[in-house]
Every structure is written in structure tokens, then in C-alpha cells.
């Protein structure tokens, strides 16, 4: 950990997806990862042994589906062979196992909206994207029983994390 991390070019064609990797990207995830690091640049480098991987499957994939010849990656050959299979299966569970503060997260998809960003790229279907921005992801307007209680709706007050504002986010 005294060491300080180096990032490595790599070509594309030359690295090895790990035989037993787990996780599974649909086209459409893949899509989703390409779409992002097209947006924010190739921020998350991919971790390898050599050129074999150990995370980042899913951002390989979308790095040939953009087209990139090389991509940034993180050498973690001194891992022993134990904790780079352990590493594959936890990088993946580690993250799926973190939840949302829905208050926030609608707080912040309504101002990237308001600031004009394009919401596409968070990940997020179109309907989870609605829902946010009404301000309550619980609700659910397929159904007829949330749909006729639209307008009964109690405020949501939320306050606002730089200025402490308090505000009805349905309002926004």
C-alpha cells in the first residue's frame, strides 16, 4: 500500500478475459458502460495480471465496442493466485451490496436534469428516471391505486446537502 498505484497502457486486443469470470454484461449493460466511459473518459481502470483480468470484464467490452486500441489497467500480479479468483467474485458482490439514499439521489438526477445533463448515461431506465424525478422512487404510476392518489400525495420535504434549504422535491 506504500506504493503509489501505476496506470498502464494496454492494447486491447492483447488481454485475456479470466476463463471463469462469473459476472455476466448483457448488450445492453455493455451499451451502458461504453456510453459512460464515452461521456466521462476511461476513469476505472481495468485490473490485470499481466495481461490476464482480474476486474473489469464489462469495461473491456465496451472499449472494443467503442473501438479503443488501448485502455488504462492496474497490475496486481503480486496477488496470489487464491486472492485474485477471491478479488473477481468480490469486486463484483462489494459493489452490488451498497443501497441508495433515495431522498439524494432524486435531489441530484433532478438537478443534473435541470443543469440540462443527459440522464441516459447514470444507468438508469427511463421509468426509474421518471420516478426520481417526481421526487418519490416508490411510487408507482402503472398502477391504478398510486395513479388515483397522484394529487393526495403529502409533501416531500427534503433539504438541500450544500445549503441546508429545506423544499418539497415534488415541487421541483
Known sequence: MEEATKIDYLLVNTLIPYANNSR???????????????????????????????????????????????????????????QKKAYIIADNKLALNSGWDNDLLSLEISQLDTDGFNLEVLGFNADELSLFLKGDPNFDPSTEDDQSKLDELEPKWVSCPHCGKEFDARQS
Open 24 to 82: 455476466t454484461h448483457d448488450d445492453a449493460q455493455v451499451a451502458q458502460i461504453a456510453a459512460s466511459i464515452k461521456e466521462f473518459g476511461f476513469r476505472n481502470p481495468i485490473l490485470v495480471d499481466g495481461v490476464g483480468i482480474i476486474a473489469g470484464h464489462g469495461r473491456l467490452l465496451a472499449a472494443r465496442k467503442l473501438g479503443l486500441e488501448k485502455v488504462p489497467t492496474i497490475d496486481c500480479s503480486d496477488m496470489t493466485e487464491t
